[in-house]
T-cell receptor, first 116, second 116 residues
Framework: SAVISQKPSRDICQRGTSLTIQCQVDSQVTMMFWYRQQPGQSLTLIATANQGSEATYESGFVIDKFPISRPNLTFSTLTVSNMSPEDSSIYLC????WGQGAGGYTFGSGTRLTVV | AQSVTQLGSHVSVSEGALVLLRCNYSSSVPPYLFWYVQYPNQGLQLLLKYTTGATLVKGINGFEAEFKKSETSFHLTKPSAHMSDAAEYFCAVSDRLYNQGGKLIFGQGTELSVKP
């Protein structure tokens, strides 16, 4: 099954700054997904990133706040811009993985972001 | 667009009792359905999934779920709860259609407590 390397694993950032999160997959995938998990909450899909096209954002999320890059079929970044304490969450990337023994979706280990 | 509703944000059972976590979904295409478990400060772990075929799906740790199309449900059960089952459980639905990719949408989660 696919393996995702996500970094950083955690960070503490000052309000008003930006953080870029990277996800590297060990195989080529068409779509990559970015999620947010606020403290004590479920996972909320931020956007779907396709290589060669603009990301598709879910309701409540905008490109200016969460710009996404998808330069090739194995890599994507999510930037959390102009951060406020409300952005403190775990951010995860995910890919579909229907290979032998795979569970359908594979997740990165997450980036635990604290904004102070 | 697909959606998931988990009935009950908190469920408490006694050790040895039946575990029943409820999940109802909405999907415009035949759904792919998933149950994940998350232990405190840990990542998601796939319990089981339904894609096609047999509607009763068996997963890890003694859990199983039954896909009922007429009821748009995918409830998770375990005959006998164990203390180690205490965790957060998430139901999720994908709008994946045949071999075209689809995004995974999560329910709000159900926290399972197990009393000695």
């Amino acid at each position: 099954s696919a393996v995702i390397s996500q970094k950083p694993s955690r960070d503490i950032c000052q309000r008003g700054t930006s953080l870029t999160i990277q996800c590297q997959v060990d195989s080529q995938v068409t779509m990559m997904f970015w999620y947010r998990q606020q403290p004590g909450q479920s996972l909320t899909l931020i956007a779907t990133a396709n290589q060669g096209s603009e990301a598709t954002y879910e309701s409540g999320f905008v490109i200016d706040k969460f710009p996404i890059s998808r330069p090739n079929l194995t890599f994507s970044t999510l930037t959390v811009s102009n951060m406020s304490p409300e952005d403190s969450s775990i951010y995860l990337c995910s890919v579909e993985d229907w290979g032998q023994g795979a569970g359908g979706y594979t997740f990165g280990s997450g980036t635990r972001l604290t904004v102070v | 667009a697909q959606s998931v509703t988990q009935l009950g944000s908190h469920v408490s059972v006694s050790e040895g009792a039946l575990v029943l976590l409820r999940c109802n979904y909405s999907s415009s295409v035949p759904p792919y359905l998933f149950w994940y478990v998350q232990y405190p400060n840990q990542g998601l772990q796939l319990l089981l999934k339904y894609t096609t075929g047999a509607t009763l799906v068996k997963g890890i740790n003694g859990f199983e779920a039954e896909f009922k199309k007429s009821e748009t449900s995918f409830h998770l059960t375990k005959p006998s709860a164990h203390m180690s089952d205490a965790a957060e459980y998430f139901c999720a639905v994908s709008d994946r259609l045949y071999n075209q990719g689809g995004k995974l949408i999560f329910g709000q989660g159900t926290e399972l407590s197990v009393k000695p």
